[in-house]
């Protein structure tokens, strides 16, 4: 039987559309609020150059400090918009077309003419699928703290130093959880074909902090799509030491399709965890190198690390 953890000091605090938890240098803040109103998305809007999403949160955010170096990450939605390809698509950019469009243009062709089928193209001036591999993004500090901002570096992991990894098993131990929170920060139905949403968890446990933030991408009849930006924190780490993980997968609509437990239940291809367990659980050469033949830099699995600094 295992030892049981010993909870350390923390206040947990809460607004109608917040809650905070402070925990030894780290204030953690996760905000929930409804869809953005009519001129909360036309600002935005304006900023972006784009049409945002059909379920936009503007005002929701995951925001955490370690006070004693400054570091701060921020997950919101303008942030992970910004992420997003506006303008013509190019080598890289992961372009889909819908499954449809390569039909509806040999239903109007006619059959007996030699001549080849006009290139298709994506007709939108922006990455309709609102594809993004954003990883959360590093404010500067608040003019009123009168400390200076905190330019976060990350360097590549060293695969041979176990602290620069994330511990599965710590993660899948059965600690008490002391603070938890999902976030949402967009979703859109793709014009009824598909689905795209990003959504930010983290959970705050007595040895660590883990963050997970997973954009979740479904093209019907052409392609799945998974990027995940994974933060750990142990609080016992020395030197103190942020390890984020970034990945991406994709697979043609078919290939994941196959794996459903049901060939009648097409519910879990709306369903983000069995996507992801789908698509990570294939080999590399699929997921990450042939993909769904779109060459999206997206496909890959880094892993970085930042030191905490105390401030001088």
């Not at 919101?76 to 698509?89: F, I, N, P, S, T």
């Not at 799945?224 to 142990?234: E, G, Q």
Request: glycine share 6%.
């Amino acid at each position: 039987m295992s030892a049981a953890i010993a909870v350390p000091r923390h206040t947990l605090s809460e607004t109608p559309n917040s809650r905070t938890i402070e925990i030894y240098e780290w204030v953690i803040t996760a905000s929930t609020n409804p869809i953005s109103n009519a001129t909360e998305c036309d600002a935005l809007q304006a900023a972006l150059g784009f049409p945002l999403p059909e379920m936009t949160f503007g005002n929701n955010y995951l925001s955490l400090e370690h006070r004693a170096s400054g570091w701060r990450v921020v997950f919101d939605a303008k942030g992970a918009l910004l992420g997003v390809k506006g303008g013509e698509l190019v080598e890289g950019d992961g372009g889909v077309k819908v499954g449809y469009a390569d039909a509806w243009l040999k239903s109007r062709t006619d059959p007996g003419t030699s001549l080849p089928l006009p290139t298709t193209v994506t007709a939108k001036p922006y990455d309709w699928t609102y594809t993004t591999m954003y990883s959360g993004h590093h404010p500067d500090s608040d003019d009123s703290s009168g400390g200076p901002s905190y330019s976060a570096t990350w360097a590549e992991a060293d695969p041979e130093n176990q602290d620069h990894s994330i511990p599965l098993s710590e993660l899948t131990r059965p600690d008490p959880i002391l603070f938890y929170a999902e976030v949402p920060l967009f979703e859109d139905e793709l014009h009824d074909n598909g689905s795209s949403n990003l959504l930010v968890r983290i959970r705050v446990m007595p040895s660590c902090i883990f963050i997970l933030s997973r954009f979740t991408l479904r093209v019907d009849n052409v392609l799945f799509r998974t990027h995940d930006t994974r933060m750990f924190y142990s609080f016992v780490s020395n030197p103190a030491l942020v390890v984020r993980q970034v990945s991406g997968w994709e697979a043609p609509y078919d290939r994941v399709k196959r794996q459903l437990p049901s060939r009648n239940d097409l519910t879990p291809l709306t369903d983000a965890n069995f996507i992801a367990k789908i698509l990570t659980e294939m080999p590399t050469e699929a997921s990450q190198k042939i993909g769904g033949g779109t060459r999206w830099r997206g496909l890959r699995t880094k892993v970085e690390v930042t030191k905490l600094d105390s401030k001088s």
